[in-house]
């Protein structure tokens, strides 16, 4: 069994960005990032700042706008709309979820398309749909990486998707597609779910239940990625896949914490680059 080492690769993307931010800088132009978190939940508060010092190790400017939880919709909308005509913002995230009162999908779509760096916008998914130029949400396009990484083929094979969310699950589906793959995607109301992750040839889980995937749902030899990100009773991050069981049957498996995760912020990170590029272009 190979682990997918998503720490190294992360890292090693992270120093490619950290270069292309150095000769962008040299042409005038700094990065930007604008980051909106409402609320005051503790795990978006990690994540954010987690995101805030990648943006500092690779020289992208970060500026993130905490908003209360009872804060109107229209003013998360006019914020968005004043980064979108910031012409030193690149990039703009709304960190989810969103508090209960507020409509995710009408402050998604506030997003200029062109700087929605978290590829949750209508227009980037029908991108990764259509497989034309645009923005892929950082966790499927990490995945993606991390396998081609370890040159696992694609092409052809069975893949048995755990997970059907927007931002996960569905646009991973697309980027399977896109490589040739034969794709099944599972969900709360799949019946049997053995029954379609026992064939795959590479079994991807994104639900967030500890212990969901057990070594008798894996065939022999089968590629595991764990993206769940789970807390255990003592407080320790697991996935959602039984790590110990399942290794000793699969090929290459992608550990929690160390896989998926930190090739999330890097693609993050890569999304914003190629934005600024763009201010290059386009400016
Ligand atoms: P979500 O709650 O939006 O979606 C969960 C999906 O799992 C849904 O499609 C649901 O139908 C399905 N599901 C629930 N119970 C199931 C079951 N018993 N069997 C089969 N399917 C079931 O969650 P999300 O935002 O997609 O996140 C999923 C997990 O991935 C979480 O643990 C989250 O923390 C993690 N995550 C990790 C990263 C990362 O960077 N590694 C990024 C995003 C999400």
């Known amino acids: 069994m190979i682990l997918l080492d998503g720490t190294t690769l992360a890292n090693e993307i992270k120093q490619n960005i ?3 931010t150095e000769i962008l800088k040299k042409q005038d132009i ?16 990690t994540y954010v700042d987690m995101k805030s010092r990648a943006c500092d190790m690779v020289g992208i400017y970060s500026i993130i706008h905490k908003m209360p939880s009872n804060i109107n919709e229209q003013k998360i909308v006019d ?6 005509d910031n012409d030193n913002i690149d990039g703009i995230l709304v960190q989810l979820p969103l508090p209960a009162n507020i409509d995710e999908n009408k402050i998604i779509q506030a997003i200029n398309p062109q ?6 916008h209508p227009f980037n998914i029908g991108s990764i749909s259509l497989n034309t130029d645009g923005y892929i949400p950082a966790t499927p396009y990490g995945v993606i990486k991390l396998l081609k990484k370890y040159s696992i083929k694609l092409k052809g094979q069975n893949v048995c998707i755990v997970g059907a969310s927007n931002i996960v699950g569905k646009p991973l589906m697309s980027l399977f597609v896109n490589e040739y793959a034969t794709v099944e995607i599972c969900h709360i109301h799949t019946k049997d779910l053995k029954a379609h992750t026992i064939d795959a040839d590479i079994v991807c889980v994104a639900v967030g ?3 969901l995937i057990t070594a008798d749902m894996i065939k022999d030899g089968a590629v595991v990625v764990d993206i769940g990100i789970n807390k255990d009773s003592d407080g320790r991050l697991t996935g959602d896949v039984d790590f110990e069981a399942v290794s000793k049957k699969c090929s290459y498996i992608s550990p929690v914490p160390g896989g998926v995760g930190p090739m999330t912020i890097a693609m993050l990170l890569e999304n914003t680059i190629k934005s600024a590029k763009k201010r290059k272009t386009d400016g």
């Open 209 to 211: 239940k500890i212990g």
């Open 30 to 45: 700094t990065p930007g990032l604008a980051v909106i978190i409402v609320g005051d939940d503790i795990a978006s508060q």
């Open 18 to 20: 950290k270069i292309q």
């Open 79 to 84: 914020t968005i709309k004043m980064m979108n």
């Open 115 to 120: 700087k929605d760096v978290d590829g949750f």
